[in-house]
């Protein structure tokens, strides 16, 4: 248990987020007096004082607090974001010392560290400046450094077609699911128990896709991506009628991406991939998480490791020639060697990209939920099987082209998307996403739209993440849309 002292609230989550990062499995909060450790972060005039105390019982007398490491940071004259980057870099140093571990993303805490050479290549730095920038200011590793630097340089390549003036993106969200994984924490409801309510939300939805189409008409849509949910978990008709209305509504003739989460092997059939390919769509995904049958069980997931291998190669039988598969690090019970053995069987199948995640423990995934049931489940997830799923993608000849972090990540990594060499295999949507350079609408429930403005402001809007709400109030859904995207 460790508590965090403040005698104020500046950049109090990103020194939160770096304690859990070196502590992963401790409490931490304010006002613990259980706490055996603390870490004190005084602001002064013109100084900040950063002290790690310890907490010790004594037999004839109350807990005594001693002081076991302090660093002083002269702050006048510098800006917000310098302070909090020399605040990070004090604190990083003193639990550096105290755990002697090091992080391999140093203070960056963030989800978009490849934000951060990609706008420095903007700046025309060289890279010879963004390494030492990054090594100075975050103590991020040379790994690390050295691919976030190959990310950027591929997403420039990616991204120069790409209308940021008057371009923008297209999400369309289908929570359902033919089942809710143990992991997952994402608006997903089990289409079992949801049918007789999927014609309800389709005809929201299609409200929500006509209004945006008239208002957004004047605007080049540039990428399409239906996620979910699974939305191969709609019936051939209902995904027809869905692509049906989105390719008559707009205009796609500056469309560079047309993709679909087909990621649920037991969701995919030979009548809807061709759906599929009526209609234009160019990028699908076939997610099998894992290759261990064993841990498909264990995890929820109501299909089989030969289900993957067929549903990968009817789609490719169907003509698809951009498949996309996701894999998941440090699933529980997994072994190091359980993930090698996964990175050979998709090897075999030599998909177009393959997205690798660390296991995020997110607040609303029933892993969290029942986290006392699963205690005694060992995760295995380091640095070194990172770099083993790297050296297989890279022998697919595969290479990284975006990445992201997630809150509670396993091992305090990242999640990388590899993609062919050549950059037309790439997910383009998912690199907008991150870099947040163009605007995102988004459709369903539980989506977020992004407006991004000139000046690198982002404005944000919701949809309620409920289905049944989503339904109720989807002219309060479009009435914020309209809000959002009114000049």
Known sequence: MIELRLN??????????????????????????????????????????????KREEKSDMAAEERKTAAKTISIKGIEKKE????????????????????????????????????????????????????????????????????IAKREQEILKEIDYK?????????????????????TSYPLAAWEKHVGEYMKALEREICFVAEVMKEKHLNTIYIGGGTPTSLNPEQL???????????????NQEF???????????????????????????????????KTLDFIGRKHTVQQTKEAFWLARECGFDNINMDLIMGLLG???????????????????????????IKRA??????????KDYVSVHDEEIAQMTERYAREMELAPYYLYRQKNMAGNLENVGYASLDIKKAGI???????????????????????????????RCENVKDVSQYIERIEEMIERKRVLLED
């Not at 939160?16 to 972060?41: H, R």
């Not at 190091?336 to 660390?358: C, F």
Request: aromatic fraction near 10%.
């Open 334 to 360: 997994e072994t190091r060697e359980d993930m090698e053995y996964t990175m050979e069987e998709i090897k075999k199948l030599k998909p177009d990209s393959l997205t690798v995640h660390a296991l995020a």
């Open 166 to 186: 008057d371009g923008y993106s297209l999400y369309v969200g289908i929570p359902f699911c033919p089942s809710r994984c143990l992991y997952c924490s994402f």
């Open 429 to 459: 949507y998912n690199i907008l996403m991150m870099e947040e350079k163009q605007d995102i609408i988004a459709l369903g429930a539980g989506s977020i739209s992004k407006r991004v403005y000139p000046n690198g402001q982002i404005e």
């Open 83 to 150: 302070c909090k980057n020399l605040l990070k870099k004090a604190v990083y140093e003193l639990l550096q010392e105290e755990t002697k571990k090091e992080l391999p993303w140093g203070t960056l805490t963030g989800i978009r560290p490849t934000k951060i050479p990609f706008a420095l290549f903007q700046q025309k730095k060289s890279e010879e400046e963004i390494i030492s920038y990054m090594r100075d200011t975050y103590l991020a590793s040379q790994k690390k450094i050295a691919m976030s630097i190959e």
């Open 240 to 254: 027809e009628q869905l692509l049906k209305t989105l390719t008559e509504r707009f205009d796609l003739q500056y």
């Open 8 to 53: 104020q609230e500046n950049f109090e989550y990103d020194i939160y987020s770096l304690l859990k990062a070196f502590y992963p499995k401790e409490v931490i909060g304010k006002n613990l007096k259980e706490a055996e450790m603390i870490l004190d972060i005084q602001y002064k005039e013109y100084e900040i004082i950063v002290t790690i105390k």
């Open 365 to 374: 995934s029933r892993l969290n939920e029942l986290r006392e049931e699963y």
């Open 259 to 293: 993709t679909v989460e087909a990621g649920r092997p037991d969701s995919i059939t030979r009548e809807k991939l061709m759906v599929l390919k009526k209609y234009g769509v160019t990028r699908i995904s076939v997610n099998p998480q894992t290759m261990r049958q």
